[in-house]
């Protein structure tokens, strides 16, 4: 999991009505549209119970310990979507004490490896890097009017990119794959191909001479400027999980309504319907 930054989630929860506009002018779907199509359910079923599922956000020291303001700002992203969320007091082993004496109907925490949302009742795990590349994807297949039949270049094999390309082949889209470790874009390759059957798949090794030419493009790797200025055209979309963001200053400028780019809020709402629509938690 790439570790952020204080800065990277630096006045996020000020900018989310500005980020929902944004999305639904290029994605024609709201931040909590687009996490629900994440996963396929109808935005109308979360929204209906959304309010009365608490999720308790419990800071945690352990490793390199807290990112300032990292729960505070899950929290916000939770409560913009209509959760009841409230971040523990406490840390560690006493805010999940805590939450679960104030009947938490889920929890999310983060160390060093993994972010992960539980819910309390079913027990699932909702790990950020399957929802952040699900809703990565989702958003692409929003924007392109739908994936189906379309190309998709994939940059970064990690488990944020193969969580994308799982839902892009889902969505009956062709997919390359792209990784400076070449044997981890192979090794994702043949994940999928088990995964999906008759997967349309075709794994690259040279990013010059393969890569150009695509027109939508999942970019989930943790390195900056690796779409280059002169590949984009007027018909690329770019959906880019990845941190920091994979293009110029002047790319993203040249992408601007076509590229949707974020540290956090994607991943956390895709977390949070997850764990709502998760069977028998109790309504």
Known sequence: MTRLKTSDISGITSRLD??????????????????CHAWGVDPEAVASRIKRFAVYVIPVTAGQGIITRFSET??????FLGCDAIVTEQTDASGL??????KADAIMM????????????????????VATGRAFAAVLDLMAGGIKDQTVLVMGC???????????????????????????ARS????????SGEAKIEVHDDFTSQCRGYSH???????????PDEWITDRMRVAAPGVPLGLSGRGADLLQGRLIHDKLELGVAAMA?????????GD
């Open 273 to 281: 319907v997850k764990l709502i629509i998760s069977s028998g938690q």
């Open 97 to 102: 004490a805590q939450a679960f004496e104030r």
């Open 188 to 195: 994702l390759e043949k994940r999928l191909d088990k995964a």
């Open 217 to 227: 493009i999942l970019e989930a790797t943790p390195q900056g400027n690796t779409i």
């Open 18 to 35: 500005a980020y929902d506009r944004y999305l639904q002018a290029a994605a024609h779907q709201s931040l909590a549209g687009v996490a």
């Open 110 to 129: 983060a160390d060093d490896y993994r972010f992960v949302g539980i819910n309390l009742h079913t027990r699932e795990v909702v790990d950020n890097a």
């Open 158 to 184: 990690g488990p944020v990119g193969e969580a994308g390309a799982g839902m892009l082949l889902e969505k009956n889209a062709r997919v390359g794959l792209y990784d400076t470790n070449y044997d981890a």
């Open 74 to 79: 899950v929290g916000g992203i939770l409560q």
